[in-house]
């Protein structure tokens, strides 16, 4: 498998496919309140200037939003959200270099990957 750069995750297809994932999981917006119909707006320009910033390396991420969650249980999760922009940027890197380390990973590795949970691993465990 080729080595990916980042000009593979700046293409217009693999943007729009970060903006569409970005879309479905209908986030809340970040630190700059910009929401999703917000950024959907100007949906092409707004790819276009995040496209640009990356490739003239004048991109600078947002601050999280920090809030703080009630559990049902009691006490509070704190949760950190990314702006729009910045959320469509991690996906479009993460759709270029997923695979390779999907390819590295073990089969009997679960954490953090897409499409196994910790009940899998519990299932997979052997006393």
């Known amino acids: ?26 986030g ?16 092409h320009k707004n790819l276009e200037t995040l496209r640009d910033e990356v490739s003239d390396e004048t991109y600078q991420p947002q601050p999280l939003l920090r ?20 959320r469509i940027l991690q996906t479009a890197v993460t759709r270029v270099i997923e695979p390779l380390f999907e390819a590295e990973f073990e089969d009997c590795s679960f954490a953090y990957r897409k499409g196994r949970s910790v009940d899998q691993a519990l299932g997979d465990c052997r006393i």
Not at 68 to 84: A, D, H, M, N, Q
């Open 28 to 43: 809340c917006a970040g630190v700059d309140y910009q929401t999703l119909a917000a950024f959907a707006d100007r949906l």
């Open 1 to 26: 498998m080729q080595t990916p750069q980042l000009s593979d995750a700046l293409t217009d297809f693999n943007l729009h496919q970060a903006w569409s994932k970005v879309y479905e999981n209908q």
């Open 67 to 86: 809030i703080e969650l009630e559990k049902p249980t009691g006490g509070t999760r704190l949760l950190s959200i990314p702006t729009v922009r910045d």
